[in-house]
């Protein structure tokens, strides 16, 4: 993308259309010198729509990217070229033959449209870039990179959606569960001539794992993803070229009811009308591999009544409930060649899904890491409690030896009752049991494959013998994998906070952002999505696991225009959306677009976006939205309430900004003007009726202020008034806050905006409930849904509130976004971190804080210290960006860069000065500023 002017080019700019005059007058690179002497750029990490060579695509214009690195200051990108091959021979020769961008001169290193010929399914495409740096220096072309289509038309599908008959439900809807076993599909086939290369494209209504020759397909789980099947179907690409061998190979699948068919969230609680099977009653698997031989013939094995189908070892397996394998009825050796099949059945034909097969365009679930237990306890004879030593969402892996029929029973809490024993009364209506039983030939590993858990605590029983901790292994599945920040600071509770923060946001990123994995819920919550998602950005890549999320978004929004309280939508209570909850709908995708650049998820989610804003136009009155009885507010907040009315209107003011705002980077001007004048006329009506002339607000609650500030819903004149009147409730609070869901984090960028930075550090410290630090001190592994869900003096507190009291929620985990932005200093001005903002919250109250953040064009770095009055600042910024680094002192003779003064230092351009600050411009490289802090 090409870089934009500074903040400080545009901060008085108010007008949309002198906004756009002034953006069209800044140039397209930085304006520093050029450097001398560097050796050229390389380019590295290359990646097709955020993927790393991906399988199976179905975008026709799929954007490239990449990160640059080299040596020495103030480095940028001046052109690029990439060139698009059919072959990897044709790329080794550097010859673009399907795409030749040729040099374009522009500094754009991400949201690359391909622009070549139209791609086909199946095919394979290479490609690489090159660049050329701020002096001209030309770079060798970057490693190859690859990414396969899929299908891409409905003709390249040759199979048929085959299962297996096992029933039906004849159980009680509401007392008893109906647990039906997986099923188990096959295929023998031969193989006689030499292969070029053969990919799988498969998918199923349920859930399946692909086997082939004895093992598993793929490192993923959970497939083929939750969608809403009436809309969309997801599949799955797999290269399985050198799994195929000569002779008799075999294709498999192992299928379940997964979201498809079984429990789904809480409609067993609360007695629905339907408990499961919410889009369909039997799982199905569709597949075909694709062979292309040396001799340049091709195959087509597909799924058809040619399989063959049958029942096997896992007796039931539900996402929510759990998973019973009893070994005795393996088939051993049933996805190998060699299996004799012929009491298996012809496989059960069922008709095509309403929704469209599309590739999966997010992350799916892997296993992401494994746990051993710290210790075992035995609070009762023959029950055993493992402690994995955090709070995870997975599986529990078992081994074991003992006698043919023993049945060991594995249960999963995330806390300890006080007899030793785990509690599992806040897992309501989910059975969360997993069991194995032996089938007594030696040592047995077993691992459930389509039902998870959250916990930290596994209950063994029925175990032969006394096991050791090698018995129980914690497998850790996830969506993603939070390794794309650090933060360390000089106080340790708020250093084991972090850690906290990237567990639950691991356990909750699965296919979909959860709100908890271990209840009966695990729903796409947009409250908790939206309230965390910038947050979500800093911990983790999670560019496409959002784009995915989206789709489910924009697939459940209301015929009326609200987007829901979760997403996927199988069913819904009375109340289907609810302010700040359906506001993910506009929020997220700006989150995507501020952070990636992204302007195509923006484009497919306007059309929604609009009809969204014309429901709460179409509510409101005066500009103003009611809260209404579908208002969870301020959800879980301590003594004030903060009414249902000023969360609406708060939000739907938001709202009008982001979107004049997105509105803006899709050059709709007209709408970017529309948008902008209507958040001038919420900010009107909300001050008029919300906003006294004192700066107090109506509600005078700690959450009103905190949106009211954050959302510039203040009128200027009385902004400050109202920071002040926030700083001395929370003062007067014994810097502890009230809030909940939606004013926690909103609170701390307050405070930081208007200057509080040592009353945001007070309460970032605080150990007392509620507080952050009142769970880390209560030993919790992760963020809690409560302030108050645990005390290890009282373990008996432990059942407050069992039906709503979950220990791995993230919500509470939105701090992070302070974290980044003001503690550790790091945030982007414009889309995409080409400019950056260094601007870290300076206090006495910490003696350091360090963090870094891996951004889409390279790793930020920010860290300060003091030694006395001195402060140190280490700043990192990436090739091709710069940064604007706010120094808290007005004394510009007092700053030092490596010892040097910043005048005599070349590159560094000096921005303003006032009585608070110095604002200095920077480019690419490694800085080490100094200086005394004299106030």
């Not at 930085?30 to 001398?36: E, N, Q, V």
């Not at 429990?263 to 369909?280: I, M, N, P």
């Not at 609200?562 to 506001?583: H, I, L, T, V």
């Not at 510009?892 to 860069?897: K, L, N």
Request: proline share 4%; aromatic share 14%.
């Amino acid at each position: 993308m090409k870089h934009h002017c500074t903040p400080y080019a545009l901060k008085t700019v108010l007008v949309f259309s002198l906004f756009i005059a002034t953006f069209s007058m800044c140039a397209n690179v930085p304006t520093f010198h050029k450097s001398k002497g560097n050796t050229p750029l390389q380019v590295e990490g290359l990646r097709t729509e955020y993927h790393l060579n991906p399988e199976g695509l179905d975008v026709v214009k799929p954007r490239f990217s990449w990160i640059l690195t080299g040596e020495g200051r103030n480095r940028f990108q001046s052109s690029y070229r990439i060139i698009v091959s059919s072959s990897p021979e044709k790329i080794e020769l550097d010859k673009g033959d399907i795409w030749d961008s040729e040099k374009v001169d522009a500094n754009d290193t991400k949201q690359i449209e391909y622009a070549g010929t139209p791609l086909k399914s199946e095919k394979k495409y290479y490609w690489k870039a090159k660049v050329w740096d701020e002096s001209g220096n030309e770079s060798d072309w970057s490693t190859t990179a690859y990414w396969s289509m899929g299908l891409l038309k409905f003709s390249d599908w040759k199979g048929k959606f085959i299962g297996h008959n096992v029933g039906y439900d004849k159980t009680d809807l509401y007392d008893s569960l109906y647990l039906p076993p997986a099923r188990y599909l096959r295929k023998s086939f031969d193989l006689h001539k030499k292969i070029k290369r053969a990919m799988a494209y498969t998918t199923g209504l349920g859930l399946y794992e692909l086997r082939l020759n004895g093992s598993k397909v793929g490192e993923d789980h959970f497939l083929p993803g939750w969608t809403d099947y009436d809309k969309r179907l997801y599949y799955q690409t797999y290269d399985i070229t050198h799994k195929l061998k000569q002779g008799e190979n075999v294709i498999g699948a192992e299928i379940a009811d997964g979201w498809y068919a079984g429990y789904v969230g809480y409609a067993l609680l609360v007695r629905l009308d339907k408990v499961r099977e919410f889009y369909g009653v039997n799982p199905s698997f569709m597949g075909q591999i694709h062979i292309e031989y040396e001799d340049g013939s091709v195959e087509v094995i597909a799924s058809d009544t040619s399989w063959k189908a049958n029942e096997g070892a896992i007796r039931e397996a539900d996402i929510i409930m759990g998973e019973t394998h009893d070994a005795r009825l393996e088939n051993t050796g049933w996805d190998a060649a060699g299996y004799d099949d012929s009491s298996w059945s012809v496989p059960k034909i069922y008709t095509y899904p309403n929704g469209k097969l599309q590739a999966h365009p997010g992350s799916l679930v892997r296993n992401t890491e494994q746990i051993r237990p710290l210790k075992i306890t035995e609070p009762t004879p023959g029950t055993f409690v493992f402690d994995l030593g955090k709070n995870i969402a997975g599986v529990a892996e078992l081994l074991v030896k003992g006698p043919k029929g023993t049945k060991v029973q594995l249960r999963f809490g995330e806390i300890l009752r006080s007899d030793g024993n785990i509690q599992t009364d806040n897992l309501r209506k989910a059975r969360a049991t997993d069991t194995y039983i032996l089938k007594g030939d030696g040592i047995e590993k077993w691992r459930p494959k389509f039902t998870y858990h959250g916990f930290q605590y596994v209950e063994v029983t029925g175990y032969p013998g006394t096991p050791d901790l090698n018995a129980i292994t914690g497998i850790v599945l996830s969506s993603i994998e939070t390794n794309a920040s650090t933060f360390s600071s000089s106080n340790a509770m708020n250093n084991t906070l972090f850690e906290n923060i990237k567990t639950t946001q691991s356990a909750n990123f699965f296919e979909v952002p959860t709100d908890c994995p271990q209840r009966d819920e695990r729903l796409g919550w947009t409250g908790d999505a939206q309230i965390y998602a910038r947050s979500a950005t800093y911990n983790a890549d999670i560019a496409s696991f959002m784009t995915k999320f989206l789709v489910d978004l924009d697939d459940s929004q209301r015929w009326y225009g609200a987007y829901p309280n979760f997403a996927p939508f199988p069913y819904s209570r009375p109340e289907q959306y609810s302010p700040a909850w359906m506001d993910a709908g506009i929020i997220i995708p700006y989150t995507m677009y501020k952070v990636y650049g992204d302007t195509r998820i923006l484009e497919y989610m306007y059309d929604g976006m609009e009809k969204f804003m014309q429901f709460q136009e179409d509510a409101s009155t005066h500009y103003l939205r009611p809260g209404g009885g579908n208002n969870y507010g301020d959800w879980l907040s301590v003594d004030e309430k903060t009414t249902s009315d000023f969360v609406a209107s708060s939000y739907y003011g938001h709202d009008a900004y982001l979107m004049a705002q997105m509105a803006l980077a899709l050059q709709r001007n007209t709408d970017a003007e529309i948008y902008n004048s209507l958040f001038k006329k919420i900010k009107k009506a909300f001050a008029k009726k919300y906003i006294l002339d004192t700066g107090y607000t109506t509600e005078d609650t700690q959450t009103s202020y905190a949106l009211a500030l954050h959302f510039n819903l203040f009128p200027k004149e009385l902004a400050a008034k109202g920071a002040a009147r926030l700083a001395h409730k929370i003062e007067q609070n014994g810097f502890k806050f009230s809030t909940g869901f939606l004013g926690t984090k909103h609170v701390m960028l307050a405070l930081s905006k208007y200057g509080y930075h040592n009353l945001a550090y007070k309460i970032f410290k605080q150990t007392e409930y509620p507080s952050w630090g009142y769970s880390v001190v209560n030993g919790s592994t992760s963020i809690w849904e409560r302030w108050n869900s645990f005390t290890k003096d009282d373990a008996k507190n432990s059942d407050i509130n069992a039906a709503m009291n979950s220990f791995s929620h993230y919500a509470f985990g939105s701090v992070a976004e302070w974290m980044f932005q003001h503690a550790v200093g790091i945030d982007t001005d414009n889309a995409g971190y080409n400019d950056i903002i260094i601007k870290p919250a300076i206090s006495k109250e910490m003696d350091y804080i360090k963090g870094s953040y891996e951004s889409i064009n390279g790793t930020i770095s920010s860290a300060w210290h003091w030694k006395g009055n001195k402060l140190h600042m280490h700043i990192k910024i990436p090739i091709n960006t710069t940064a604007i680094v706010h120094i808290p002192t007005s004394r510009i003779s007092d700053i030092r860069e490596n010892n040097n003064k910043i005048e005599k230092v070349s590159g560094i351009k000096l921005i303003q000065s006032n009585e608070d600050e110095t604002v200095l411009q920077i480019g690419s490289g490694d800085y080490f500023f100094s200086t005394w802090i004299r106030k």
